[in-house]
């Protein structure tokens, strides 16, 4: 199985400020990630797909970035809004696994 | 617009059934873009992909090892949804349980149902 991990596990950040959330694979996948929000009691929301394309309706603050082992989302300009837990997925190879999660608030 | 209506209990005993039903409007289960799973959330194992179908000239079927021999997906075509079977549930099975389509990505999710295993 590929093994995704997140970093860092938590931050806080201003509103304005810019977020920066890394994720690695245990294997390359190429371009094969995608990034998720999850608000609280909420299901999560795809943000990204194959690494950088912005999915429909999601701000232009989000964008990704990276190939092989190692992506990137970056929140440019934090808004309250976008407070909640955010996970990388990898559909490279079954079982389709996910990072354990950055939680985003705002300092 | 996808919507995903989820239905099942919420209270399963050990070693008993547990089984949720997802009902798609807006899509079809038979579609050949579209892949349809049910991945689960808790605490101790965070967000877990627990398998798929899809129908592309035929019926495709895939299971996480975790629950492989447990598990059965089945698609509904004329009631245009999906099921999800895990057997032999223990306690370590509670979480929240979501159907999910995939289409470039997870983009559309049930409301999430909430499954306790207890007696």
């Known amino acids: 199985d590929i093994q995704m991990s997140q970093s860092p596990s938590s931050l806080s950040a201003s509103v304005g400020g810019r977020v920066t959330i890394t994720c690695q694979a245990s294997?390359?996948?190429?371009?094969?990630l995608n990034w998720y929000q999850q608000k609280p009691g909420k299901a999560p929301q795809l943000l990204i797909y194959?690494?950088?394309t912005l999915e429909g309706g999601v701000p232009s603050r989000f964008s990704g970035s990276g190939s092989g082992t190692d992506f990137t989302l970056i929140i440019s300009g934090l808004q309250p809004e976008d407070i909640g837990t955010y996970y990388c997925?990898?559909?490279?190879?079954?079982?389709?696994?996910f990072g354990p999660g950055t939680k985003v608030d705002i300092k | 617009q996808v919507l995903l209506q989820q239905s099942g209990p919420g209270l399963v005993e050990p070693s008993q059934i547990l089984s949720l039903t997802c009902a798609i409007s807006?899509?079809?289960?038979?579609?050949?873009?579209?892949?349809w799973n049910w991945i689960r959330q808790s605490p101790s194992r965070g967000l877990e992909w627990l398998g798929r179908?899809?129908?592309?000239?035929?019926?495709?079927?895939s299971y996480a090892d975790s629950v492989k021999g447990r598990i059965a997906i089945n698609p509904d075509t004329s009631r245009n949804q999906f099921s999800l079977q895990l057997n032999s549930v223990t306690p370590e099975d509670t979480a929240i349980y979501y159907c999910?389509?995939?289409?470039?990505?997870?983009?559309?999710w049930g409301q999430g149902t909430p499954v306790t295993v207890s007696s």
């Open positions: 194959a690494s950088s």
């Open positions: 999910v389509r995939d289409s470039n990505g997870f983009d559309n």
């Open positions: 807006g899509d079809s289960v038979s579609a050949n873009i579209a892949a």
């Open positions: 997925q990898q559909y490279d190879s079954l079982p389709l696994t």
């Open positions: 179908t899809y129908y592309r000239s035929k019926w495709y079927y």
């Open positions: 294997q390359d996948i190429t371009k094969s």
